[in-house]
């Protein structure tokens, strides 16, 4: 589960869409920065675009994502114009992978990897891919068939100094499936482990469960080898974990004046 995850390049072929985009001040933060879960949402965006174009009014069914990988090389900071541009790098029977790139010219540069999986809008379970969907995506992906498996690990470590403390969730951070959104974690990663946006770094999202907007969620930060860890409980259940790893640099310290567990 350790070993780094590889950003593949667009292929040369197949379906590639680009959008132009300029960071705004609600994306970036105090110090003028674009903040991951603006990054995260630009991806988002991108992919459900492209995924509601190519459809051209034909019910694909829900998309989720079930995992987000986030390598920063340089944030654009606010006002910058950046290009975003998205493929599918990989695809299954029930879920794809779309690569996301934002760049700028004045060298500014993210890689974003989403593993989104089809569901069935009426039992909530994952729903192949219409053959239409398959005939669009594939040809960008890569041969072998997608397959999912875990890159963090299911349950916190117990390692000794992790701290814990409850998230308030409020109502914007719930969507329109009412669930808390991806980019929302993002943000809670970025509260609870200040100097993220230092570069060069490699972070990694993976959902567990849905996050209800009447759950009683709390986070757990937990150092790990070369990392650090975010776990997302309701009580006991984990409904989603993130790690931080710097690449070339000490992993951010732990967050002080919390209770230690």
């Known amino acids: 589960m350790d070993e780094p995850v590889v950003m593949v390049d667009p292929p040369g072929r197949g379906r590639l869409r680009t959008e132009q985009r ?4 609600g994306d970036a933060d105090a110090d003028r920065v674009l ?3 603006g990054v995260a949402r630009y991806a988002q965006d991108i992919a459900f675009d492209d995924v509601h174009d190519a459809a051209a009014g034909g019910d694909e069914g829900l998309w989720v994502l079930r995992r987000t990988v986030i390598v920063v090389h340089r944030l654009p900071v606010f006002h910058d114009p950046v290009q975003v541009r998205t493929w599918c790098s990989g695809i299954g029977a029930r879920w794809c992978t779309k690569r996301t790139t934002v760049s700028s010219a004045g060298g500014a540069r993210v890689e974003v990897e989403g593993f989104w999986v089809t569901v069935d809008a009426g039992t909530g379970r994952p729903a192949p891919l219409s053959p239409r969907m398959v005939a669009i995506f ?4 890569a041969p ?3 397959r999912w498996r875990r890159l963090l690990p299911a349950r ?10 409850p998230v308030p969730l409020r109502s914007t951070d719930v969507d329109w499936m009412g669930h808390v959104n991806n980019a929302t974690c993002w943000s809670v990663v970025e509260q609870v482990l200040p100097g993220l946006r230092a570069t060069p770094v490699e972070a990694v999202l993976e959902h567990a469960g849905p996050i209800a907007a009447d759950d009683q969620l709390e986070v757990l930060v937990e150092p790990a080898a070369g990392a650090t860890l975010v776990w997302f409980l309701v009580g006991d259940t984990v409904r989603a974990v993130a790690r931080v790893r710097p690449v070339g640099r000490e992993v951010p310290p732990l967050p002080s004046g919390s209770t230690t567990e």
Do not use: K, Q
């Open 138 to 141: 594939a040809p960008s992906a």
């Open 144 to 146: 072998e068939p997608l």
């Open 35 to 37: 903040r991951l879960d």
């Open 22 to 25: 300029r960071v705004r001040s």
């Open 156 to 165: 916190p470590g117990g390692t000794s100094g992790a701290v814990r403390r």
